[in-house]
């Protein structure tokens, strides 16, 4: 026990530490103790040892001059490179499994086929049909929805050309990838490849595997996130600005607790829609309680809760303190980011853990398998009811919930942003552009991805985007990195006079949005793909992405979805820093061409800074560079016209 941190060194987070200190006097453990109990393989830190074939594992010196190879003779490059496009690889099949899933939901919605969904957003398919070239004049909406389906399905499997919607990407941008041999076929082809030339013995050029691995992530970012992001908006309606509540304190005593923990959006949809059906309230009540209180938690919880305004009970690293309040009757899980010790905490209390998909079944845990095609109503009262029995068998003794919970205006999709903007009529972007070029903003920062045990909770994402706020650069935000400002309050139109500096609190206060802006969640950052390509298709800030001021960061990152949406980025111009450490050898080819080299390849590189305040002054410098080449560096104030400058003016 002596190794263990203190809480106040562990979270910034109020209601994470409360819970951590009843989990301590309860002796029960988390994976912060689990961290603390484990230091991290340096080696692997690195990606300096290789168990790709039984000759090895083979591992590697860290230190120049890097002569010692693997028995294959692989360099500590290969080694890296291979490492890293892995973890692309895996992050690129994540996100294009939930897409796939989402595409096949879809297919079943449009043939008429499952009366449990329906087509919530008929512009938006419209606008989705369009980009994938389906023809929409005069046709219904069942045949059209019938076509996009399809060809939203056929991308996964395609082998050759390229992904429709890397098209919607600025010309430069998308000829850029041509040119380079980088445009996406289809996604699974571009997982399948990587993962054969990351095979002993095929691909050992570390420049050629980051470039394989850019394709493999563009499939990714262009390809099933953005299927998901676009089919999930049709099937549960676009984001718009919509008030909600987050954090612990959601939780309510009275009420039968459950919540959603996972990836993909349709069963937090439907036991959204269940949670207020009379039949299973009054179920609840006859079990005492005064009725359900439905929460989402990570991803699909950040789906719903800008979609819904459904309670969103906190990021990643609140699953365990969660169940640590004795309230929680069941935890429900899909896919992704579900940590197998959430079984053995939740046996610690009187949590029943629920996993719902074949695809993920954790040993030990009740698994209730949901299908969004069919049944899907039928098997949402059946884990509805898995909570509501388990109400009765609460330990008073043990449920203690903290207080705090924080309001929050979330949904800033692109469609959002363009209305917000512009207003019906002239929905446009031109303001965002405007403000960009006289200075009030000074650039854009996407601030996304998880939490990570090794590093103070959420205190990453929020020191750095204090930063940024401060010296006036918007922020959008998804992720668990999202969860983490909602709950700190910056989610709220008064937190730019709190935070921002004169042109950005001026530009909100105007606007009446919040200076952080929450898009969604991890799938949803083809989000900021989109905004940025209708930032360039505005006009005045180049004619590429990458010569945007805008620059990319994961402060607290852990999964290898996050690394995939890090190489997306680089890969469609964007510079994008990464906190707690990328494994890298310092000083290597490999890590050269990632931090330096790759930029005159694809106008994006990587960066790696743990320092909250140092990774905020990496990206404005980044983002004074863009602006110095765009020759709007120079702050132009605008000059409001009397009569007598009116009559000076030579017309
Ligand atoms: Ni993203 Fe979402 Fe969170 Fe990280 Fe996991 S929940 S998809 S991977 S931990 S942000």
Known sequence: MSKLREIQDITVCESTAQMLTKARAEGV???????DNMSACPIGAQNACCKHCAMGPCRLSSKAPYEKVGVCGAT???????????????????????GREMSELFLSVAKGENPDFVIKDPARLLAFAKDFGVETEGRTEKDIAVDLAEACLSQFGQQHGHLKLMETAPKKRFDKWKDLGVLSRGVDREVVEMMHRTHMGVDQDYKNLVLGASRCSLADG????????????IMFGTPKPIRAEIDLGVLKKEYVNIIVHGHEPHMLDMLAELSSDADLVAKAKAQG?????????????????????????????????????????AMMVDVQCIQQGLVKMA?????????????????????????????????????????????????ADRVEIPAHKQTMVGGFSHESINYMLGGTYRGSYTPLNDNIINGRIRGVAGVVGCNNPRVKHDWVHIELVKELLKNDVLVVQTGC?????????????????KYCGPGLREVCETVGMPPVLHSGACVDNSRVL?????????????????????AGAAPEWMSEKAVAIGHYFVSSG???????????????????????????????????????????????DHINKKREALGIQEKKERKLFDMEARRELKV
């Not at 453990?29 to 961290?35: L, S, V």
């Not at 262009?222 to 908006?233: E, F, P, V, Y």
């Not at 989109?530 to 805008?550: C, N």
């Not at 061409?593 to 905020?616: C, N, S, T």
Request: some cysteine; proline content about 4%; hydrophobic content about 40%.
């Open 481 to 497: 990195s999202a969860i983490a400002l909602a709950k700190a309050g910056f989610m709220q139109p008064e937190a730019a006079a």
């Open 530 to 550: 989109v905004a940025l390509s209708e930032m360039v298709r505005t006009g005045g800030l180049g004619d590429d992405i990458s010569d945007l001021p805008v």
């Open 76 to 98: 500590i490059d290969t080694f890296q490179a291979r490492g890293f496009a892995r973890m692309v690889a895996a992050g690129t099949a994540a996100h294009s499994d939930h």
């Open 289 to 329: 309680a005064a009725g359900i209180n439905l929460v989402g938690m990570c991803c699909s919880g950040n789906e719903q809760l800008i979609r819904r305004g459904i309670p969103h009970a906190g990021n990643f690293m609140q699953c365990d303190p969660a169940i640590v309040t004795g309230a929680v009757d």
């Open 347 to 395: 046996s610690c209390y009187h949590t029943k853990f629920v996993t719902t998909n074949y695809r993920a079944k954790i040993e030990g845990a009740q698994h209730i398998e949901f299908h969004g095609e069919h049944d899907a109503r039928k098997t949402g009262i059946e884990l509805m009811m898995v909570g509501i029995n388990n109400y009765k068998n609460r330990k």
């Open 222 to 233: 262009w390809g099933g996130a953005m299927i998901s992001t676009g089919l999930s908006d």
């Open 574 to 620: 964007v510079f994008t820093v990464f906190g707690v450490g990328l494994p890298h050898v310092p000083g290597t080819k490999f890590a050269d061409y990632l931090f330096g080299g790759i930029e005159q390849d694809l106008g994006g590189k990587w960066a790696v800074e743990q320092d909250p305040y140092k990774m905020a002054q990496l990206m404005i």
């Open 29 to 35: 453990e988390t994976p912060f103790d689990r961290a």
